[in-house]
């Protein structure tokens, strides 16, 4: 009786893990993006900022108040075959700010949390198993406030996946990109672990 009861726990255990790597797999969890108040997929991949990867944003600039911004992210991480990313955008004083928009809703889509922060993140197609290298990236606009904001920060966390369709052997990057005070958007080594980055380059 015991065994069966071993077994039946084991059998449990596994179909739960399988779960939740499919259910990451279709967008991960919000909150999870390295912002203030928030975890990383780290908490559940590990290995955060451990690679030889980078996440990238490129976006429009400078941005003028009241307009649309074309936004495209990648993953970088030689070696790897499967990616996902999630996104959020914060005023200074950390609340969300302007609209996050899908275009490509095959490959992306937009969550909101209970305390109002929108998040952009992959969906299942949206992970291109089997890509190797870098991610083909997503596209998506965020539509900026039509009062000035003044500094806005893009936190985003990337994860480059080894396609095991479990939370092995996966890395998970983060990093910030900040429109400032001239809506000048930084590029990655401008940031503060872009620049610790590039020391090891």
């Known amino acids: 009786m015991m065994l069966h009861v071993i077994r039946l726990v084991a059998l449990v255990s596994v179909i739960a893990f399988a779960s939740i790597a499919v259910a990451f797999s279709t967008g991960p969890p919000n909150e999870r993006t390295g912002a203030p108040g928030e975890g990383t997929c780290a908490d559940c991949h590990g290995n955060l900022n451990v690679g030889d990867g980078r996440i990238v944003v490129q976006a429009d600039s400078p941005y003028v108040p009241g307009e649309t911004v074309d936004v495209t992210v990648w993953v970088r991480d030689p070696g790897q075959i499967r990616w996902g990313f999630e996104l959020t955008v914060l005023d200074g004083n950390n609340l969300p700010v302007g609209d996050l928009i899908v275009t490509e809703p095959t490959r992306t889509q937009v969550s909101v949390a209970g305390n ?12 291109d198993n089997g890509t190797p290298d870098e991610s083909p990236g997503w ?22 996946a080894n396609g095991n369709f479990a939370n092995t052997g996966d890395f998970i990057y983060t990093n910030v990109y900040i429109y400032d005070g001239s809506h000048s958007f930084l590029i990655d080594d401008d940031t503060t672990w872009g620049m610790i980055k590039a020391l090891y380059r």
């Open 116 to 127: 109002g922060r929108q998040y952009i993140k992959h969906t299942a197609l949206g992970t």
């Open 139 to 160: 596209s998506f606009q965020w539509a900026s406030p039509a009062v000035d904001p003044g500094s806005v920060t893009f936190y985003i966390a990337g994860n480059a």
